[in-house]
T-cell receptor
Framework: NAGVTQTPKFQVLKTGQSMTLQCAQD?????MYWYRQDPGMGLRLIYY???????DKGEVPNGYNVSRLNKREFSLRLESAAPSQTSVYFC?????????????????FGAGSRLTVL | AQSVTQLDSQVPVFEEAPVELRCNYS??????LFWYVQYPNQGLQLLLK??????LVKGINGFEAEFNKSQTSFHLRKPSVHISDTAEYFC?????????????FGTGTQLKVEL
């Protein structure tokens, strides 16, 4: 059971460089999310995708773009990285209410991607 | 708008002692409440959840939490902690938006269990 897989696990960028974080889930979940985790700030939602073909901004979307490539994959792109984007990024997925059951409320997280922008 | 407050950033405790990690929330609508645990260098995993029904919720690893609507609290407790419980614990509140879940997390409480 792979669950939610994120790549890469670690990345160092220079200011202004671009990169894409990849995320894939094998649980047939409709909904996927990107969070960032910073010390003392908990997790903050960057973008989410309620279902294939839709994406919406979360709490801190500036400087990021996302693509819901298909039901399994949800990528996060930094077009021009800034030091303020140094963080640990987590992808998560969940069932949506349409899929029924109480699983709609439970997020499954990936192991995280640690990004450093110099 | 909704928010989650975890009152303690760090909680040191000796092994086999009881522990309570505090969580308060604010929301104008009914919410679902969660506790997640993050072990070092790992992602978050669900400890327990309150959706409806009994206000005392039992989770994995001997943890439990009580939903108190009048005090808008959802404190996490364990009667006897083990060294392996050392981790960061996050309280979260959920609301549906556009068909998806939007979890708002607290800032986390680092539980350090000492021998």
């Amino acid at each position: 059971n792979a669950g939610v897989t994120q790549t890469p696990k670690f990345q160092v960028l220079k200011t202004g460089q671009s990169m894409t974080l990849q995320c894939a889930q094998d649980m047939n979940h409709n909904s996927m999310y990107w969070y960032r985790q910073d010390p003392g700030m908990g997790l903050r939602l960057i973008y989410y995708s309620a279902s294939e073909g839709t994406t919406d901004k979360g709490e801190v979307p500036n400087g990021y773009n996302v693509s819901r490539l298909n039901k399994r994959e949800f990528s996060l792109r930094l077009e021009s990285a800034a030091p303020s984007q140094t963080s640990v990024y987590f992808c998560a997925s969940s069932e949506s209410p349409r899929q029924g059951g109480t699983g709609a409320n439970v997020l499954t997280f990936g192991a995280g991607s640690r990004l450093t922008v110099l | 708008a909704q928010s989650v407050t975890q009152l303690d950033s760090q909680v040191p405790v000796f092994e086999e002692a009881p522990v309570e990690l505090r969580c308060n929330y604010s929301s104008s609508v009914s919410v679902y409440l969660f506790w997640y645990v993050q072990y070092p260098n790992q992602g978050l995993q669900l400890l327990l959840k309150y959706l409806s029904g009994s206000t005392l919720v039992k989770g994995i690893n001997g943890f439990e939490a009580e939903f108190n609507k009048s005090q808008t609290s959802f404190h996490l407790r364990k009667p006897s902690v083990h060294i392996s419980d050392t981790a960061e614990y996050f309280c979260a509140v959920n609301r549906f938006a556009g068909g998806g879940n939007k979890l708002t997390f607290g800032t986390g409480t680092q539980l350090k269990v000492e021998l």
